[in-house]
């Protein structure tokens, strides 16, 4: 019995380290600009590179302007390109929290920085499983603690330094919903006709949500190195 458990014991060992191993952070971290000179910090995640904070642009990666849209009706009736900031208040959110899209912007391609784009549905189911499904993936990408994140902020570890922050959204009415308890990121993966696909985050779970919404809303983006 006693030589059982010296040889078992070492396998046990060794597969709890490999399991640390695969999980530990890749130890590459850098930056990326866009067209108006906004810098946003990059890490790998597995054979991934992601931005580490929210878009902020206002001005698509051939220099055009995206139409910034703050009356609520408006917002509502378009079917092309916009972006607003939490509440209209650029002051007040735009350096943590980045600005927010709605889906015609997102499926232009040309949002994100040259060399980058808006992650697919499927390069987001990467990254879940990369970090183990979608029950504990979440806690992993939040930013850790109560300065952005209402408590709990449940599972947060910030494994990676992604950084995930609650920007919440703007719904189809024009009405500015979840600050501080939830974030969404657009995928560039087209659901019907009128949704597409994006993920959330909570502030009471570590789950990393698959949801479909309408492409009027406005939600946080994250971008992805080609």
């Not at 378009?78 to 499926?107: F, I, M, P, Q, R």
């Amino acid at each position: 019995m006693r030589s059982l458990i010296k040889f078992v014991l070492p396998g046990i060992i060794l597969t709890t380290l490999l399991m640390l191993f695969s999980c530990e952070k890749d130890n590459n971290e850098g930056t990326v600009t866009d067209f108006e000179g906004n810098v946003y910090r990059t890490v790998q995640i597995g054979d991934q590179w992601w931005m580490a904070d929210n878009l902020k642009a206002t001005k698509f990666n051939d220099g055009q302007s995206i139409l910034n849209v703050t009356d609520d009706s408006e917002w509502n009736n378009l079917t092309t390109s916009a972006y607003c900031w939490y509440n209209n208040d650029e002051a007040g959110y735009k350096n943590t929290y980045g600005a927010l899209y709605n889906w015609h912007a997102v499926s232009t391609g040309r949002l994100c920085p040259d060399g980058w784009h808006v992650p697919s549905n499927s390069e987001w189911a990467t990254l879940t499983s990369r970090l183990g499904g979608e029950n504990v993936a979440g806690g992993k990408l939040k930013e850790t603690g109560t300065a952005h994140w209402q408590t709990p902020n449940s599972g947060a570890t910030d494994l990676f330094s992604f950084t995930a922050l609650p920007g919440g959204y703007r719904g189809s009415l024009g009405a500015f919903i979840d600050i501080l308890d939830r974030g969404y990121w657009w995928s560039s993966t087209e659901y019907n006709a009128t949704h597409a696909h994006l993920k959330n985050l909570t502030y009471d779970s570590g789950n990393f949500t698959s949801l479909n919404d309408a492409k009027k809303f406005g939600f946080s983006v994250r971008c992805i190195k080609d």
